[in-house]
């Protein structure tokens, strides 16, 4: 399904749910839902993705998500009577709701999810990235996934979760992209690294991703064009000189626990300073305290813009916003303080910013690019004078004079 920033959440909405009919998840299609026993162990995912003659058990979370098995507390709602509870859960537990109860959710006013709900729905998106039933690893980019996955994917968020699908349906299934990329990227960290042979890499399938599945995807990393990209996406991802201290928890669900607090809206200058900081209170870097110091110059201001034109659950942005005026103009994709999925009004019209990292350097990469711009300008200007002159010499009258909207070209 193709995915564009300017379709709205309905029609995203009402495309999945389109034709849904045609996507059955039962046995009968080789496509076993899951369930947990009552020991909570794990049945049976699909036999028919098992190409290795065994069953293909769960992968293990990522070791650095420490978080991922704690409970939380989420209302689970009973869809047939209506009755909600309030309960402890672990992402793990998802699967084994009944067929009746749905975990609630909340979002902000961009869509995006704000309490503890939202952060058990994106720990269990990391456990269906995981799954090759639902996200393969044969795919190259998220955008290219197939239309059937895509509806069972969507189909098993609505299965167990209940929200304004329509406003979270970007957020949702964006998000479910950034952790199947980042289960790809965790992949190619345990069995690509310190550089192996592409034989030895295939030969260490591992046994929850069926072979097919796994030859797909060392071919495409293993690709000299693929290999050329990555190493640059590395260097990229140097020159971001700014740490932060935000840790898994999102800025949406900070700017909720900071609205609660302050009584207030809030603008996404105080959520990210917020973030440069410790909880000893001292900055995450050198970089981070300057970044911070910079933008309380112009917090105030935001401050004050907040409590007078905020809204309830939006974090308040504009171009011009202390952010703005520290880092320059948005990259043309995302906002910044903001998930790839929410887009403030106000910033529809932003410039692209060339070079530079995080807010560092950004505005001298800016004057340099501009700098390149026009002196490929004149260079243009100068074969355009040279071909019309070529034209008036072969054609005379013939040639046409050139529109005022085009520099002026003196002849010979």
């Not at 074969?383 to 013939?398: I, N, P, S, W």
Request: charged share 30%.
């Amino acid at each position: 399904m193709t995915r564009k920033h300017n379709i709205s959440g309905q029609s995203i909405l009402e495309e999945l749910r389109r034709q849904s009919e045609d996507i059955n998840l039962s046995s009968e299609d080789g496509l076993e839902q899951i369930r947990l026993n009552d020991d909570g162990d794990e049945i049976s995912e699909t036999e028919m993705l098992n190409q290795s003659g065994g069953d293909l058990p769960e992968r293990a979370a990522p070791k650095n998500k420490r978080d991922e098995n704690e409970p939380l507390l989420v209302k689970v709602k009973d869809i047939s009577s209506g009755e909600i509870i309030t309960r402890k859960m672990t992402a793990i537990q998802v699967w084994a709701l009944k067929k009746s109860e749905k975990v609630m959710m909340e979002l902000d006013a961009d869509g995006q999810g704000r309490d503890n709900g939202s952060n058990l729905f994106v720990r269990f998106l990391g456990q269906v990235a995981r799954r090759i039933i639902f996200c393969p690893i044969s795919i190259k980019r998220w955008d290219k996934m197939p239309e059937d996955n895509t509806k069972r994917q969507w189909e098993l968020i609505e299965e167990n979760f209940e929200f304004d699908y329509a406003a979270g349906v970007k957020w949702a299934l964006r998000t479910l992209g950034d952790r199947w990329k980042a289960h790809k990227y965790n992949l190619r960290g345990e069995y690509f690294f310190p550089n192996k042979r592409k034989a030895e890499i295939l030969a260490a399938n591992p046994s929850d991703i069926p072979p097919v599945e796994w030859i797909a995807f060392v071919d495409h990393y293993m690709d000299p064009k693929t290999k050329k990209q990555c190493l640059q996406n590395a260097r990229n991802r140097e020159r971001l000189i700014v740490s932060h201290a935000g840790g898994s928890k999102s800025n949406a669900r900070r700017a909720t626990q900071m609205e609660k607090k302050l009584g207030r809206p809030v603008c996404r200058s105080e959520v990210i300073v917020s973030t440069l900081l410790k909880k000893d209170g001292s900055y995450v870097s050198g970089e981070g305290q300057r970044l911070a110091e910079k933008i309380a110059e112009h917090l105030s201001e935001d401050q004050e813009r907040a409590a007078a034109e905020g809204i309830h659950s939006k974090v308040l942005a504009h171009p011009d916003d202390a952010i703005g005026k520290v880092c320059g103009p948005e990259n043309g994709k995302r906002v910044r303080g903001f998930s790839n999925a929410a887009y403030p009004s106000g910033f529809g019209k932003s410039k692209r910013i060339f070079g530079g990292a995080i807010c560092g350097g950004s505005s001298g990469a800016s004057q340099q690019h501009v700098a390149e711009l026009e002196k490929q300008l004149q260079e243009a200007k100068g074969q355009v004078a040279t071909l019309y002159r070529f034209l008036q010499q072969k054609y005379g009258d013939e040639v046409p004079t050139l529109s005022d909207s085009v520099p002026h070209i003196e002849s010979e």
